[in-house]
């Protein structure tokens, strides 16, 4: 079901809401004209790029740590030639950004991220946060305050290697929060940011208010276990059968050569600190896609945000049978169609002036 119009009351946006929720994809805000298939086309379709897909590692530098970061594009690039829109992926509080958005699930389908919106024709870039993966693991804890420091460094290096100075950035969960928190930090940055599984105030939601009960540890500790069982959790908890088993294993298989533990300072974060975004200093477009089971996301919390957002070039999408792990779900290609249709949004024209 689509919805059109920014200026919707909260209440009818909740209560219009609630149908799609059990019937379909939900989209408040600025929409494309509705395509003849509804969830447009799928992602072997012949116009997508065929090419081979180029990679790359960088390495960005923050202080005295070393912050890795990933590239995948259709041809390698060449500065200055051949630009593309670049796309920034920012990974969550449990897993490292390959992991998260480049995983193979062989013989299950594609569940790459970084090969889907390569293949539509971006620039598509990514980064471990200090603390996991292959980037320096400091003592601290890893905060979003930290991961804002963290984008701005990688930033910096994906405006030397592109040529470019404005970017759109996706990031998921806590890495929603990071990427908000950037955009308020730096507009000058922005171009379109897509906010996925974001949380605003935590008001209403289940798992934050189970976490709370860690706080104690979460402030005593600054990495806390994050094992096989911690990992499948994250595609149970919400709602079983959102997922395929294999894509559980496949993450764990893959995260878990970078250790038993990850930072704690998301989680520290998000459940004694919330709000951290203010929706009124994010200037930019805004896509926001929460799926229907979401157990962080609650839907009049971020409702509320989405309310409150000043550019009224903003969506709100609602991804049906998937729960908060909605890029490695079921119903993941429901997410690369409203994501692409965002990023791809033809110019806004304004209105002729009257003589």
């Given at each position: 079901?689509?919805?059109?119009?920014?200026?919707?009351?909260?209440?009818?946006?909740?209560?219009?809401?609630?149908?799609?929720?059990?019937?379909?994809?939900?989209?408040?805000?600025?929409?494309?004209?509705?395509?003849?298939?509804?969830?447009?086309?799928?992602?072997?379709?012949?116009?997508?790029?065929?090419?081979?897909?180029?990679?790359?590692?960088?390495?960005?530098?923050?202080?005295?740590?070393?912050?890795?970061?990933?590239?995948?594009?259709?041809?390698?690039?060449?500065?200055?030639?051949?630009?593309?829109?670049?796309?920034?992926?920012?990974?969550?509080?449990?897993?490292?950004?390959?992991?998260?958005?480049?995983?193979?699930?062989?013989?299950?389908?594609?569940?790459?991220?970084?090969?889907?919106?390569?293949?539509?024709?971006?620039?598509?870039?990514?980064?471990?946060?200090?603390?996991?993966?292959?980037?320096?693991?400091?003592?601290?804890?890893?905060?979003?305050?930290?991961?804002?420091?963290?984008?701005?460094?990688?930033?910096?290096?994906?405006?030397?290697?592109?040529?470019?100075?404005?970017?759109?950035?996706?990031?998921?969960?806590s890495g929603a929060l990071r990427a908000g928190a950037f955009a308020m930090a730096h507009p000058e940055r922005m171009n379109r940011l897509c906010l996925v599984s974001f949380t605003y105030t935590g008001k209403g939601s289940p798992t934050l208010g189970k976490r709370a009960e860690m706080a104690p540890y979460l402030r005593a500790h600054n990495r806390r276990p994050r094992d096989r069982k911690m990992i499948d959790s994250i595609f149970t908890r919400d709602k079983p059968g959102t997922s395929d088993p294999a894509v559980a294993k496949a993450l764990a298989d893959t995260e878990l050569k970078y250790g038993d533990t990850c930072p704690t300072g998301t989680y520290l974060d998000m459940v004694t600190k919330l709000p951290i975004v203010d929706p009124l200093k994010v200037l930019c477009p805004v896509l926001i896609m929460r799926g229907q089971y979401d157990g962080i996301a609650a839907l009049p919390d971020v409702l509320d945000f989405y309310e409150k957002l000043p550019n009224f070039d903003r969506w709100f999408v609602i991804i049906p049978g998937a729960s908060h792990a909605v890029a490695l779900g079921t119903n993941r290609r429901l997410l690369w169609h409203a994501m692409h249709s965002f990023l791809d949004e033809p110019r806004r024209l304004d209105a002729p002036k009257q003589d």
């Open positions: 079901m689509t919805i059109t119009g920014s200026n919707l009351s909260r209440r009818s946006l909740l209560k219009s809401a609630a149908p799609a929720i059990a019937g379909g994809l939900a989209a408040i805000g600025a929409i494309r004209p509705a395509a003849a298939a509804p969830f447009g086309p799928a992602p072997e379709a012949a116009s997508l790029e065929r090419g081979k897909i180029w990679s790359g590692e960088y390495w960005a530098h923050r202080g005295d740590l070393k912050l890795y970061m990933y590239r995948k594009r259709v041809g390698a690039p060449k500065l200055g030639k051949e630009t593309r829109p670049v796309l920034f992926l920012t990974h969550g509080s449990s897993v490292s950004s390959r992991s998260t958005f480049d995983l193979t699930v062989p013989g299950h389908g594609e569940y790459s991220l970084m090969d889907v919106f390569a293949r539509y024709g971006f620039d598509v870039w990514t980064m471990d946060f200090a603390g996991y993966g292959r980037s320096s693991w400091p003592k601290d804890n890893s905060n979003i305050a930290d991961g804002v420091l963290d984008l701005t460094a990688g930033t910096e290096v994906m405006a030397r290697e592109t040529g470019q100075e404005r970017f759109n950035y996706y990031g998921e969960s």
